[in-house]
């Protein structure tokens, strides 16, 4: 059981990391071993206090280099899900099942706008993460909204299970894929269902699937966990980093503006700080 | 008019003139020319992002060189009062009326804890500043109350005016004064009094003054402005770093923990975004 998982591995991620380290936590930093792709992609930032004029890749060796040297491995991988157990909380992620007493969600704001019914059939029939739900469509008609060829390797995972996987992809350049696979020309635009997804509604009609699977580069704190309070898709924190959900924190671009990383790096080590006092409050026996 | 008067220069005070040079503001930073006194006092930290294992030196050192790299000048000086006038405030520094829009508190915590009555009657007789307030006193008693060695040209301009400087030296190794400059051996517990001071409390007894003088090293916010809301000794700030009085923001330390640069250097960068926002507003003529 981990103190903490950290999702996300940009300046907040990182920064969280590193404070929890200082505090002797035992965590796990969840996210991409080359860091975050938007960190490397700054043209130059002039204004984070300690690295004049850096350029994102500047930044990007900077925070590696520095994990290294405290001795932070990252855990390559996408989190897919977060759900509430008794002892605190599973993080799913493509290679494990991640136990821990907290959460520090930093992964960033979504570039993706979620399509209409995403968010609220997620766990009833949507899903992020192919290598963790395939297996649920055994024999069944699902359909997969891919927004990258990196994410094609996912859709021959679910083809080995479902009867029927009708690919929207939305990139150019799509590969060639199995039999059942069909590739559809319409754009999807909507999830509708009942208690759980019954069909995806494209601009050119109706398909009738049992699951859809939403194959993008990251998945933002928002989609993950059920009940997480939001406005105008930011997580809403309190000065703590604390989300509405005990034991869950927030950090960086996913709690809303400035989208800056002074800014991230900063709620980063305040949500290290909070959850290290939660876990002393757990460990007295409060709630 | 300035756009802001940034008011310390910790990683905080930093953080927001590099941010608002970025969003092209006119500002002042007012400060300690060598940057804050606590920053060169970190032996090692290991928890600040692009700075691996650094020192107060090194990161004082690189901060020093990157205001200056942009171009961005420190007005060496002490805050020593903030007003509220019809177009903004007017910050109060030993060298100059410091005309604003806005202003921003990055003073720290106050390592000094504030003796009784201190905060009570500022600027109804107790004042930080003598060369700001010492022509008050002309031909009356005082009470200096000196916190180090440094400040003792303070204790020297009142004398000038005064015509009883009772001094409380609490460091060692006293220098010598004029005739009219007494030093006392008690340690000032309170300063009382009715609409005005009247008196300083000792251990030894009291002491009938007319203004008493606290000569430190810095002096936070929390100190400087009426009104201002304040918890537990720190600056009351929501997530935007806006305190309760409109165009007055706080950042670093002075809003509580954790004291730490990531924290600070993190808010000095909302803080900066705030003002902007602030600034925005006024332009077009909202409140």
């Known amino acids: 059981?981990?103190?903490?998982?950290?999702?996300?591995?940009?300046?907040?991620?990182?920064?969280?990391?590193?404070?929890?380290?200082?505090?002797?936590?035992?965590?796990?930093?969840?996210?991409?071993?080359?860091?975050?792709?938007?960190?490397?992609?700054?043209?130059?930032?002039k204004n984070y206090p300690g690295l004049p004029s850096?350029?994102?890749?500047?930044m990007r060796d900077a925070f590696l280099a520095q994990l290294a040297a405290e001795g932070i491995e990252i855990l390559n991988g996408k989190a897919t899900g977060i759900f509430k157990t008794d002892g605190g909380f599973t993080v799913a992620c493509e290679?494990?099942?991640?136990?821990?007493?907290?959460?520090?969600?930093?992964?960033g704001v979504e570039a993706i706008k979620p399509i209409a019914g995403e968010r609220e059939f997620l766990g009833r029939g949507v899903s992020y993460c192919a290598t963790c739900d395939g297996f649920l469509y055994r024999g069944k008609d699902i359909a997969a909204?891919?927004?990258?060829?990196?994410?094609?390797?996912?859709?021959e995972f679910l083809a080995k299970f479902a009867a029927r996987v009708c690919l929207f992809p939305l990139y150019k350049g799509v590969g060639e894929f199995a039999d059942n696979v069909e590739i559809m020309s319409g754009r999807p635009l909507k999830i509708e269902g009942g208690d759980r997804v019954e069909r995806v509604v494209t601009d050119g009609g109706e398909i009738a699937v049992d699951?859809?699977?939403?194959?993008?580069d990251a998945t933002a704190g928002v989609g993950l966990l059920n009940g997480l309070k939001t406005k105008d898709g930011s997580i809403t924190v309190n000065r703590g980093c604390e989300t509405n959900i005990?034991?869950?924190?927030?950090?960086?671009?996913?709690?809303?503006?400035?989208?800056?990383?002074?800014k991230a790096v900063g709620e980063g080590n305040v949500a290290a700080h909070s959850v290290n006092a939660y876990l002393a409050r757990l460990k007295r026996g409060e709630k």
């Open 145 to 155: 909204v891919v927004y990258s060829k990196d994410e094609e390797h996912e859709v």
């Open 54 to 58: 850096v350029t994102g890749a500047g």
């Open 246 to 262: 005990a034991g869950v924190f927030a950090a960086g671009d996913c709690t809303g503006r400035p989208y800056q990383y002074a």
């Open 211 to 216: 699951g859809v699977f939403m194959l993008k």
């Open 95 to 107: 290679s494990a099942a991640l136990e821990c007493r907290t959460v520090i969600l930093a992964g």
């Open 1 to 45: 059981m981990y103190d903490c998982v950290v999702i996300g591995t940009g300046a907040a991620g990182v920064s969280a990391a590193l404070t929890l380290k200082s505090l002797d936590k035992n965590f796990i930093l969840l996210g991409k071993a080359s860091l975050s792709v938007k960190i490397g992609r700054a043209e130059v930032v």
